[in-house]
T-cell receptor
Framework: AQSVTQLGSHVSVSEGALVLLRCNYS??????LFWYVQYPNQGLQLLLK??????LVKGINGFEAEFKKSETSFHLTKPSAHMSDAAEYFC????????????FGTGTLLAVQP | DVKVTQSSRYLVKRTGEKVFLECVQD?????MFWYRQDPGLGLRLIYF???????EKGDIPEGYSVSREKKERFSLILESASTNQTSMYLC????????????FGPGTRLTVT
């Protein structure tokens, strides 16, 4: 991906509600796409990844994401939010060209209200 | 499990000091990365190393240098720390044969006063 865009720097949901975090990418090559989660004062942890296999990818903690080529999107969802899901979420994609680097979105901070 | 460790979780340094941030990975990964993370800007790549003694500038290398003398260790050096280098610094590694997945350390929160 030459660019990765996360829509919404802050998202707030109620406990038990659907979580939807948006990510769009631009790429001229088949993408590898990732969602990472960062809990306060910690490093990034991989939630899930798309590597050109199944378009619906399941990750840890009940999260999943669907790769939609026609929409150049890779949105992250979870049917029912839990208080422990409060964290910052980053979408990332492979940079274009002959590179093994990733490009990251600017992050979405998820708040879960009781 | 891959483990990436960083030498300090929190660091406070004075303007003009030389600062070393150390990163060690235990999975024999060829590639290692240094990022800085700032609110609203996400992760920005400072430097990348694709093998021992090999390095490549990232998006924001100014004011930083790196050293990779051994495969498992990648150091970030601030030659003369400045207040605008106050940030969270994240180290990551990946296998050259992997699918671009990077493994991250816990981060070092550096404050320059």
């Amino acid at each position: 991906a030459q660019s990765v865009t996360q829509l919404g720097s802050h998202v707030s949901v109620s406990e038990g509600a659907l979580v939807l975090l948006r990510c769009n990418y631009s790429s001229s090559v088949p993408p590898y796409l990732f969602w990472y989660v960062q809990y306060p004062n910690q490093g990034l942890q991989l939630l899930l990844k798309y590597t050109s296999a199944a378009t619906l990818v399941k990750g840890i903690n009940g999260f999943e994401a669907e790769f939609k080529k026609s929409e150049t999107s890779f949105h992250l969802t979870k049917p029912s939010a839990h208080m422990s899901d409060a964290a910052e979420y980053f979408c990332a994609g492979r940079r274009g060209g002959a590179t093994n680097k990733l490009i990251f979105g600017t992050g979405t901070l998820l708040a879960v209200q009781p | 499990d891959v483990k990436v460790t960083q030498s300090s979780r929190y660091l406070v340094k004075r303007t003009g000091e030389k600062v070393f941030l150390e990163c060690v990975q235990d999975m024999d990964h060829e590639n290692m990365f240094w990022y800085r993370q700032d609110p609203g800007l996400g992760l920005r790549l400072i430097y990348f190393s694709y093998d021992v003694k090999m390095k490549e500038k990232g998006d924001i290398p100014e004011g930083y240098s790196v050293s990779r003398e051994k495969k498992e260790r990648f150091s970030l050096i601030l030659e003369s720390a400045s207040t605008n280098q106050t940030s969270m610094y994240l180290c990551a590694s990946r296998s050259r044969d992997g699918n671009y997945e990077q493994y991250f350390g816990p981060g070092t929160r550096l404050t320059v006063t």
